[in-house]
C-alpha cells in the first residue's frame, strides 16, 4: 500500500471546474523516459456518487493513471481535479489502496492500523483509536482488530487495506485492482465492501481487468486500451450502444429465420443450427408461441444482452485480452 504523497516536484493538477465531478482528467498523458507513452491524452470524468470501472487489460495504462492522479508520479502533459479541488488540496479527502499492502505480520489489525495512522503526518493522535475502530468496522474486521495479520485470510488482508485508506472521512475511495489475486471468497468480500462503501456516499473509482466484475460492481466504467480511453458512461449507456439479440437454436434454420423476418425482427442471421436476430421490443415469449406456431422445432431460445466485453469488441475490433 502506498500512503498518498505529493511526489517533490510533481506538477499540481490545475482544477478544471467541477464541484459535481469527484474526478476530472483533461489530456492527461505520461511518457516513460525512453519514449513509452503508458497514457495518451485521457479524458476521465467520474461523477460523484458512481462507483467507477477503470477497465482496461494488464498494460492499459491503469496503474500509470492513478499513480499520476494522486501525484505519486508526475504526468508529462494535461491536468486534473479530484472532488472539484488541485491535488494537495484534495488528497485528506481522498483515501486509496495502490500495490501491495505492505503490513507487519506479526502484529494485530489494530496495531498495524495504529502504525499506519501514526506515519500521516495529517492525522490527529488523539482520535487515533477511535478512527480506526471506525475504519475496522466499516470492513467488518471489528472482531478479527486483535487478530495477527498473518493469520488473516486474503480477503481480510485486503479489507484491511481498505480499512488503511478510511481512517479519515473520505469522499473518494481509489483502489487499485483490488480483487486482483484474491480467491473467489476474498473477491465476494472486496465487491461487496466496495459497494457497501458507495451505499454510503463515498464515490469509488476502481481499476479492475475484470470485464464481468465491472459490469457487476460498478455503475459508471471506463476502457482503455494501450493508454487510451476507448469508451466512458454508464454501464446502461456503454451496453445500449449495442443492441439485445435473440437466439434460437433449431433444425430448421430456414423456417425459424422466415418467421422471425415475418414477426419484423431486424437483423436476421442464419447459423449452422441456430438463427439470431435483434430483440427489438419483441417478447420472447411470443417469438417462441409464433415458431411452434409455425412448426419450426424450437430447441432453446435464449436472450442474449450484450457485455461490456462485446462493447470492447465492437470499438477496438479485438478481443479483450487481459494478458495483452
Ligand atoms: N516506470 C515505468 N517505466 C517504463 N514503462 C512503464 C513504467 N511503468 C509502467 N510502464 C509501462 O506502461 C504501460 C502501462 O502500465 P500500467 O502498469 O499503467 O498498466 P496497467 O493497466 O495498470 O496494467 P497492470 O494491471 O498490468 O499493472 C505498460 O506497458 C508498462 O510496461
Known sequence: MT???????????????????AIVTRGLTKRFRGGQVAVDALDLTVPRGSVYGFLGPNGSGK?????????????????YSLLGLPLPRALPRVGAVVEGPAFY???????????F?????????????????DALDRVGLSAAAGK???????????????AGALLGPRELLILDE??????PQGTREVRALVKDIAAGGTTVFVSSHLLAEVEQMCTHAAIMRTGRLVAEGTIASLNGGLATRVRVETP????????????????????????????????????????????VAVRGLAVLRPSLEDVFVGLTGEGFDVDG
Not at 120 to 132: G, L, W, Y
Open 178 to 183: 483490488p480483487t486482483n489475486g484474491l480467491d
Open 252 to 295: 430448421d434454420v430456414a423456417d425459424a429465420a422466415r418467421v422471425l423476418g415475418t414477426l419484423g425482427l431486424a437483423d436476421v442471421r442464419s447459423g449452422g443450427a441456430d438463427v439470431t436476430a435483434e430483440l427489438g421490443g419483441h417478447a420472447p415469449e411470443r417469438i417462441n408461441a409464433a415458431l411452434v406456431g409455425a412448426g
Open 105 to 115: 505480520p506479526y502484529l494485530s489489525g489494530e496495531a498495524n492500523l495504529m502504525r
Open 148 to 162: 495477527r495479520y498473518r493469520n488473516y485470510s486474503l480477503g481480510m488482508r485486503q479489507r484491511l487495506a481498505i
Open 63 to 79: 496503474t500509470t493513471t492513478i499513480r499520476m492522479m494522486l501525484g505519486l508520479i508526475a504526468p508529462t502533459e494535461g491536468e
Open 3 to 21: 500512503a498518498v504523497a505529493q511526489e517533490a516536484g510533481a506538477p499540481f493538477g490545475a482544477a478544471p471546474p467541477s464541484g459535481e465531478h
Open 117 to 133: 495512522d501514526a506515519a500521516d503526518p495529517t492525522s490527529v493522535r488523539a482520535t487515533a483509536r477511535k478512527r480506526i475502530a
